[in-house]
């Protein structure tokens, strides 16, 4: 009987060699795939760190927050740096005392305006109108208040939802709904902003000149603009109160969240993170201010003074109301024939 591999066995070894070469090929990369736990790596010396286990990565990852600098190929100010461990301290923050205090201040405010109300009312004219109007706003002036007030009151509203969104809304109106408000008022208030600034900086250079310190403000600070005890004080075109907001509630609140609001707009001015997170820090816990100082400054002008909130809609008032609240300002337009 012939041989199947023809007269010489050598010839028939050949494919058989090669089977058997391919076989111990894929014998030894099956083995390298699945290691046994002998071959494990052995463990890591005193003072390196051990590479953590696929299903433990707490070790690895607590040597990423240390901060350590690794090594990439993008550059910028933090991108070798995988994990920023201040953005637990800002969220923190945020989420807590910021969160916490801010909503608890508003509450108060909102209180003490509604028993002060309840208290002494409307502050009504003690004399009747006599008809004769004097010019208090111009129509420039209400323009600006207007813009500056209006992007304002929306800039609050956004920014409260961003803040409280998720503690009031969401429980009552649900998870979809707060996420469709947001994203809506999140760019809404970016853009926004850049108008508020605007209208700002045209404000305060329009008033500078009328917030000034006058002697006759002792006066309103002795006796608490009479709202108490609703006596006479004079005083010039914007009272000690007005005043009070215009320095400390739309310049120095109003420059302050307005600065930290365009850092935010545009972060590639502050590269660091920590930076950014300081900002929208500054930014959060100056516009609770200034809402708060806001709230005091709504009220008198709509609801809390008669005729207040007609000056700012027609730009004029009765002499009545003149003498009655800003009586050195009256006396000015008198001796100037006006």
């Not at 605007?198 to 329009?206: T, W």
Request: with cysteine; net charge positive.
């Amino acid at each position: 009987m012939q041989p199947l591999c023809g007269e010489s066995a050598i010839l028939c070894a050949r494919p058989i060699a090669l089977r058997a070469i391919l076989f111990l090929i894929f014998s030894i990369f099956l083995l390298a795939a699945v290691r046994p736990a002998w071959a494990a790596d052995p463990p890591a010396a005193p003072g390196e760190t051990a590479a953590a286990p696929a299903h433990n990565a707490a070790p690895y990852w607590r040597e990423v927050r240390k901060g350590e600098v690794g090594v990439t190929t993008v550059k910028g100010a933090e991108t070798a740096v995988l994990v920023q461990s201040e953005g637990n301290i800002w969220r923190h923050l945020r989420n807590g005392p910021v969160t916490y205090w801010g909503g608890l201040l508003l509450i108060a405010v909102f209180a003490a305006i509604a028993v002060f109300h309840g208290w002494k009312g409307t502050l009504r004219l003690s004399s009747p109108p006599v008809g004769r109007k004097l010019q208090r706003f111009s129509t420039a002036e209400r323009l600006i208040h207007g813009l500056v007030a209006g992007s304002f009151v929306l800039l609050a509203l956004g920014g409260l939802l961003m803040l409280f969104g998720k503690h009031v809304v969401m429980p009552v109106l649900g998870h979809t709904v707060l996420s469709v408000l947001l994203q809506v008022l999140k760019p809404v208030h970016n853009f926004l902003g850049l108008l508020f600034v605007f209208g700002l900086l045209l404000m305060i250079l329009m008033w500078l000149k009328d917030n000034v310190w006058d002697p006759i403000d002792a006066q309103w600070i002795r006796r608490a603009g009479g709202l108490l005890d609703r006596s006479h004080v004079p005083s010039g075109r914007f009272n000690f109160g007005e005043k009070t907001w215009f320095w400390f509630g739309v310049t120095i609140l109003g420059l302050t969240v307005s600065g930290s609001g365009l850092l935010l707009d545009f972060p590639t001015i502050l590269q660091l993170r920590s930076d950014l997170q300081m900002a929208n820090l500054v930014h959060g816990v100056g516009a609770l201010l200034m809402m708060l100082l806001a709230l005091g400054h709504i009220y008198m002008g709509t609801i809390g003074v008669e005729g207040a909130f007609d000056s700012m809609r027609t730009g004029k008032v009765d002499e009545t109301w003149a003498k009655e609240h800003h009586e050195a300002w009256y006396d000015q337009l008198t001796a100037k024939g006006k």
